[in-house]
């Protein structure tokens, strides 16, 4: 919001409760009954971050229901009341889930690829696309579709955050000997592609993946990080079958994959297209991460 309104853009936050904010607007929950008209009054461009996203021991009966619900059904009913209403482009933030969770060695994820997602989220979010892409279609509301991978920066939570502390405090971590590569995206990299996609005329339509491009191993990733934090990862190796049995043992399966499979994904497209680049360095992220990080 900050970088829209620095750009002279007139920006109107859509909340679920009242903020100390400027031209925020009461935004219902995400269903498919929800009335979005008071909130969408004098808007040309919607942007589209809000999800129901993983949750750490989820206990509803059927999550996959949930997440249609929300994801599917609750983006539906927004972006067709927001065509009505005379939105111009609605930019949604989707997921490299929609891709699949793993890529092959060598054979990054494109734009082109046909969805293959795996958990319930990035099922949902594959499903959302499709609708978005039908009423584009029916309305002539034009539709752009971004994919990150993993999101990074001030404010980072789950995954990211535990191995800040983990490396903090000092802990041995057995994954030396991972030779994965996977790509993530900084907050400020996504910001600037998402800014470029409100106005630029080729975004239209189209789907575009965003990342840093600058792919990583896992213990690269956990020795550049360290470096920020003012110290030194402290890493052993452990053979990955092992790491991935251990997982499997605890419930952690999503985990192990994470940490030792590669998902990589091709922004080429992204930037020939958009004439993109990523504005700012993966240690210039880093640090500026682990800063946040270490003033809590």
Not at 17 to 39: E, G, H, S, V
Not at 47 to 72: G, K
Not at 218 to 232: F, Y
Not at 252 to 263: D, E, H, N, V, Y
């Amino acid at each position: 919001m900050h970088r829209l309104s620095t750009d002279g853009r007139r920006v109107y936050p859509a909340v679920r409760k009242k903020i100390a904010m400027p031209d925020f607007r009461l935004a219902p929950d995400l269903t498919a009954t929800a009335n979005w008209r008071p909130a969408l009054q004098g808007i040309n461009v919607i942007v589209h971050t809000a999800a129901r996203v993983h949750i750490m021991n989820d206990n509803v009966a059927d999550p996959l229901a949930a997440f249609r619900a929300a994801n599917v059904d609750g983006t539906l009913a927004l972006a067709r009341q927001a065509a009505e209403a005379g939105v111009r482009r609605f930019v949604f933030i989707s997921s490299i889930k929609v891709n699949g969770e793993v890529s092959a060695p060598g054979a990054a994820f494109s734009a082109k690829d046909r969805p293959a997602p795996v958990d319930d989220y990035g099922i949902s979010k594959a499903e959302a696309e499709v609708c978005l892409q039908q009423v584009a279609h029916d309305t002539g509301m034009q539709v752009v579709i971004i994919r990150p991978p993993l999101v990074y920066g001030p404010g980072v939570k789950a995954n990211f955050q535990s191995m800040m502390w983990w490396l903090r405090r000092g802990i041995p971590l057995p994954f030396g000997g991972i030779q994965n590569k996977r790509s993530l995206v900084a907050l400020d990299n996504l910001i600037d592609l998402i800014v470029l996609c409100i106005e630029h005329p080729a975004a239209a339509n189209r789907i575009f993946l965003a990342a840093d491009g600058d792919d990583m191993s896992t213990p690269e990733l956990l020795r550049r990080v360290a470096a920020t934090l003012g110290t030194e990862a402290k890493l052993f190796s452990v053979p990955v079958g092992l790491l991935t049995g251990a997982a499997r043992l605890i419930g952690k399966p999503a985990i192990a994959q994470r940490l030792c499979g590669s998902l990589q994904v091709d922004i080429s497209e992204t930037r020939n297209v958009l004439g993109w680049q990523p504005p700012f360095t993966v240690d210039m992220s880093l640090y500026k991460t682990a800063q946040w990080f270490l003033s809590r």
